[in-house]
T-cell receptor
Framework: NAGVTQTPKFRVLKTGQSMTLLCAQD?????MYWYRQDPGMGLRLIHY???????AKGEVPDGYNVSRLKKQNFLLGLESAAPSQTSVYFC??????????????FGPGTRLLVL | GENVEQHPSTLSVQEGDSAVIKCTYSDSASNYFPWYKQELGKGPQLIID?????GEKKDQRIAVTLNKTAKHFSLHITETQPEDSAVYFCAASIRSGGSYIPTFGRGTSLIVHP
């Protein structure tokens, strides 16, 4: 099992450009999450999904959109990148509603630099 | 919503010493408390967790304690080693009847000096 994978690993964007970050999991998890991590701020939830075709806003959703068309994939989109979106982005997945499976499995992260 | 406070933000110890990281939570309905370790350049990984029906749990050199009355839980690492150097995150979530979405603390950077 690959677990949770993220594509790309690193990206540089210019202000105003758009991009999509891809997260894939092969553990048949129901829930998927996108976090951003900035120095001293911990992990802040951007959006999450509790199942295929569903999405919900987290703590810091502005400037991001997401889609969960397939159960194993969760896409994070930046329509018009801003320097404030420079961060490390982590995807995670779990199945908390299925017995005692609350443990989140995280991907390796995507480093995004917006100039 | 849930609020999780984590202290200290940085902890520096000598190899062989013990390290303690503390977290408090605000929602008495929270009943699942995981701890994650994040090594440099990697994603967080679960190291230990505890549920609200248990007061303490140990796994070799690490242990977690939970005080439901005071709404705080702590991570204890004994006989620290340089490879324990990392950022540690606590979290709290509600397993049943709620959204299951965990709330994280801001993290503690543990530095173990050889």
């Amino acid at each position: 099992n690959a677990g949770v994978t993220q594509t790309p690993k690193f990206r540089v964007l210019k202000t105003g450009q758009s991009m999509t970050l891809l997260c894939a999991q092969d553990m048949n998890h129901e829930y998927m999450y996108w976090y951003r991590q900035d120095p001293g701020m911990g992990l802040r939830l951007i959006h999450y999904s509790v199942g295929e075709g569903t999405t919900a806003k987290g703590e810091v959703p502005d400037g991001y959109n997401v889609s969960r068309l397939k159960k194993q994939n969760f896409l994070l989109g930046l329509e018009s990148a801003a320097p404030s979106q420079t961060s490390v982005y982590f995807c995670a997945s779990n199945s908390p509603a299925r017995g005692m499976q609350e443990t989140q499995y995280f991907g390796p992260g995507t480093r995004l630099l917006v100039l | 919503g849930e609020n999780v406070e984590q202290h200290p933000s940085t902890l520096s110890v000598q190899e062989g010493d013990s390290a303690v990281i503390k977290c408090t939570y605000s929602d008495s309905a929270s009943n699942y408390f995981p701890w994650y370790k994040q090594e440099l350049g990697k994603g967080p990984q679960l190291i230990i967790d505890i549920r609200s029906n248990v007061g303490e749990k140990k796994d070799q050199r690490i242990a977690v304690t939970l005080n439901k009355t005071a709404k705080h839980f702590s991570l204890h690492i004994t006989e620290t080693q340089p490879e324990d150097s990392a950022v540690y995150f606590c979290a709290a979530s509600i397993r049943s009847g709620g959204s299951y979405i965990p709330t994280f603390g801001r993290g503690t950077s543990l530095i173990v000096h050889p």
